[in-house]
T-cell receptor, first 111, second 113 residues
Framework: SQQGEEDPQALSIQEGENATMNCSYKTSINNLQWYRQNSGRGLVHLILIRSNEREKHSGRLRVTLDTSKKSSSLLITASRAADTASYFCATVGSGNTPLVFGKGTRLSVIA | DGGITQSPKYLFRKEGQNVTLSCEQNLNHDAMYWYRQDPGQGLRLIYYSQIVNDFQKGDIAEGYSVSREKKESFPLTVTSAQKNPTAFYLC????????????FGEGSRLTVL
């Protein structure tokens, strides 16, 4: 079952612009995580936000979480061509269940 | 360096053959996972293991089997019963059961000829 649903499915921006991706989920969560995947590679963990947190920063990344709306957003500021990748949100439920991934947003940053 | 190693990176199989994908980690993580990824899709959980000699089915376990005889190793066998095995397979591990960050291998791409 895929709990997270990212929006948009694909996003194309110019270098230097900000990129915003959204994730919606269906049930209560323990935490929400964002991952990045370069084409043909494994996923790399970017950031984890717990259910009692509203915002978190890591370098050029800003993640927000709204548990009342069951949604999260990932903002990448001042994007670079090297940010081109797919970005996935993943949720950990309140029960003893493994991470459930969404289908991802494909980001293209054009130099 | 610590990490997860998957092998082989590319694998071709004839229909009716079983194949085993290797996954080894030296991170001393308790939990390990296998995910399947199809083109343009997210990850779907096949099997996971939270402790040695124990594992649970994920959402798409049919046609797959696993073993967890050692903490470091979690091999996945794609059996001939799997009707559509061509996919990208990703192994991951985590330190804490189910709640923590996942560390991924580089994946194995299986193609059925």
């Amino acid at each position: 079952s895929q709990q997270g649903e990212e929006d948009p499915q694909a996003l194309s921006i110019q270098e230097g612009e900000n990129a915003t991706m959204n994730c919606s989920y269906k049930t209560s969560i323990n935490n929400l995580q964002w991952y990045r995947q370069n084409s043909g590679r494994g996923l790399v963990h970017l950031i984890l936000i717990r259910s009692n947190e509203r915002e978190k920063h890591s370098g050029r990344l800003r993640v927000t979480l709204d548990t009342s709306k069951k949604s999260s957003s990932l903002l990448i500021t001042a994007s670079r061509a090297a940010d081109t990748a797919s970005y996935f949100c993943a949720t950990v439920g309140s029960g003893n269940t493994p991470l459930v991934f969404g289908k991802g947003t494909r980001l293209s940053v054009i130099a | 360096d610590g990490g997860i190693t998957q092998s082989p990176k590319y694998l071709f199989r004839k229909e009716g053959q079983n194949v085993t994908l290797s996954c080894e980690q030296n991170l001393n993580h308790d939990a390990m996972y296998w995910y399947r990824q199809d083109p343009g899709q997210g990850l779907r959980l096949i099997y996971y293991s939270q402790i040695v000699n124990d594992f649970q089915k994920g959402d798409i376990a049919e046609g797959y089997s696993v073993s967890r005889e050692k903490k470091e190793s979690f091999p996945l066998t794609v059996t001939s019963a799997q009707k559509n095995p061509t996919a990208f397979y990703l192994c991951a591990s985590s330190q804490s059961r189910n709640t923590g960050e996942l560390f991924f291998g580089e994946g194995s791409r299986l193609t059925v000829l």
